[in-house]
DNA sequence: CGCCAGGTTGAAAATTGTCAACACGTGTGG
DNA sequence: CCACACGTGTTGACAATTTTCAACCTGGCG
C-alpha cells in the first residue's frame, strides 16, 4: 500500500493543507491515525473543538435534521481539512464521518490558535483552506438550489472529479469512487431511489457511468454542457490570470435583455 | 433618519465586523460611501478583488447561471462583511448587489492582506467573520437541501430574525423587511409563485405574515416547532457560557447503536 | 395615462418522493 | 454448510410537491 502518495502529490499542487510547511503538520497537528470505515470523526467531545486533516481515504462533513433526515455538506478528499469551519463556532451541530478506512492528523481548536499565531503564512494558509472550502460550499449550495436532480448530479461529478485529479486520484476518464447512492444521494437533496433513476438515465445516455467503486465519464465536454459546468471556482493551484465574464450591471437577471 | 445606529449596535454585539477596532476600520477600509438600491457591488473589477463592509441598508451575494438564472447565496445585513469569502479566491464568480441604498465601506484585497498580517487579532477577526459566513452558507444548505418548502421558508425567516436581533434591527415579533419575493424565492430555491402560495399558507394558520415591508412573527415558539428551528449555529455575540445541547453522541442515526 | 415590477390566483404539467418489492453480495450464527 | 440479516442497487406504480403558463390586480413613477 502507498502510505501518503496522495498527500505528497496534494501538497505539490497545494490546494488545503498543501500551504503548511511539513514542520507546522509534525508540529501542531496530531500524529496520523487510522480510522476505520463508516466511523465518526469526533469534532466536539464536549471538552473543546476539534479538525482534521485527512490524509488518505475518503470522509464527509454533514447535518442532521429533527426528522432524522441528514444533508452531506460536503465529501473530504485526501489533502482537505476537516472541520476547520466549524472550530471557531461554539455552538453548530456539524459533524463528520468516514466513508472508507482513512488516516487522518487531529488539529485541537487549541493547536489551531497557535498555528494560526505562529506566523503570518501559517495564518494566511488556514484562512486560505477556509475560503477554499467555502467556496466549494457555494457551489454546492447553487447545485441543489438551482439545478434539476440530473444537472445536480452531472455538476456534482464533474466538480469530484475536477477536485480529485488535483491531488493525483483522478484519470482523465473517470475516479475510483467508495460512495454509495445513499451517501450522494443525501448530499445532493435527492432520494436514493430518484437518484438511481437519474444515474440509469445518464448512463443510458452513455454520459456518465456511476458504477460500486468507480466513476466513468465517457464525455466530460458534453456532461459539462448538459448542467452548465464551470471549473472557475475551484481555485487553480497557482494562477492563470483571469478571463472575466461581466455582463450584468443590472439588479436582477433576465428581464430588459434588449 | 438615525445614521449609524444600527452599525453601532453591531459593534457591541459583535458578529462580523465587530471584532475589528475602530481603528482597523479607519486605516484600512474606504471611507463610507453611499450605494443606491438595486446596484450591483463590484466584487472584481479586473484589477482586483474587493470586499466590503456593511454599514446601513440590505445586500445581497449571488451566483448566475448558464440558463439565466440566479441563486442567491446569502442576504447581508448592517454589520456583515460582503465577499470576504471570495476575496482570496482567484476566479470565482460570485457577485453582490444592494436590496436597498446602502452604505459600505470597500476593502481592497491588498488591504485585506496587510490588515490581516497587522495583528493577531485582526488575523483572528477576519477569519472568525469568515468561519461565521461559512457557518450561515452551510445552515442555508440544509435548508434547501432537506426541507420541505414550507420549512424553508420558516427556517429562514427565523433565522433572519435571530441575526437582525443580534443588531437591534428586530422586534420580539418581527422585522422590517426590504425583501421582495422574487428575491426570497431565488434564495431558496423556490419559484416567485410557489413563494407566494407557501407564504398564503403561512398567513393563513397566522405562523408568519410577510408583507411589503414588514414580517410578523405571531408564534415564534410555534414556528420553530414547524420546521425543526434550533439557533444554536448562529455564534453567541460574547459568551454566554455555552448551554452546549449536544446529544446523539452516537456514530450515525440508528445503526450499531450498542 | 401607461408602463413595469411585484403580488396573487387557477389549472395543467413536470419533477420528485413514497411505498412496495426483489436481486445481489457479504458476513454472522446456527 | 446453510439460513439469515443487512446494506446496497434496482424497478414499478402511485402520490405529493413544485413548476409552468396564463391571467389579472396593484401601486409607484415618468
Redesign the pocket.
Given at each position: 500500500m502507498p502510505s501518503s502518495t496522495a498527500f505528497d502529490t496534494k501538497t505539490e499542487s497545494g490546494v488545503s493543507a498543501a500551504l503548511l510547511d511539513h514542520e507546522s503538520l509534525c508540529r501542531h497537528f496530531g500524529r496520523p491515525r487510522v480510522i476505520e470505515a463508516r466511523t465518526e470523526l469526533d469534532l466536539d467531545d464536549g471538552d473543546g473543538k476539534r479538525a482534521y486533516l485527512l490524509l488518505e481515504g475518503w470522509a464527509y462533513t454533514y447535518k442532521l435534521l429533527v426528522d432524522g433526515n441528514r444533508q452531506i455538506v460536503g465529501f473530504a478528499i485526501p489533502g482537505d481539512l476537516i472541520g476547520i469551519g466549524a472550530l471557531r463556532r461554539r455552538t453548530d451541530d456539524l459533524m463528520a464521518a468516514t466513508v472508507t478506512k482513512a488516516v487522518v492528523r487531529e488539529l485541537t481548536a487549541a493547536s489551531f490558535d497557535v498555528l494560526f499565531s505562529s506566523s503570518v503564512e501559517a495564518g494566511m494558509a488556514l484562512l486560505g483552506a477556509l475560503s477554499h472550502d467555502e467556496g466549494v460550499t457555494v457551489e454546492h449550495l447553487v447545485d441543489i438550489g438551482r439545478r434539476?436532480?440530473?444537472e445536480?448530479v452531472s455538476h456534482f461529478m464533474l466538480e469530484l472529479h475536477e477536485r480529485l485529479s488535483r491531488v493525483g486520484l483522478a484519470e482523465a476518464d473517470g475516479f475510483r469512487c467508495p460512495?454509495?447512492?445513499?451517501?450522494v444521494a443525501d448530499a445532493l437533496?435527492?432520494?436514493?431511489?430518484?437518484?438511481?433513476?437519474?444515474?440509469?438515465d445518464l448512463r443510458t445516455r452513455n454520459l456518465l457511468v456511476?458504477?460500486?467503486g468507480a466513476v466513468h465519464l465517457p464525455d466530460r465536454r458534453r456532461l459539462a454542457d448538459l448542467c452548465g459546468y464551470d471549473p472557475a471556482y475551484l481555485d487553480p493551484p497557482d494562477d492563470t490570470g483571469g478571463v472575466r465574464t461581466k455582463r450584468l450591471t443590472d439588479a436582477?437577471r433576465g428581464?430588459?435583455a434588449g
Open positions: 434539476t436532480a440530473t445536480r460512495l454509495s447512492q445513499p451517501l437533496g435527492l432520494t436514493a431511489i430518484h437518484l438511481n433513476r437519474v444515474l440509469r456511476f458504477r460500486t436582477s428581464r430588459e
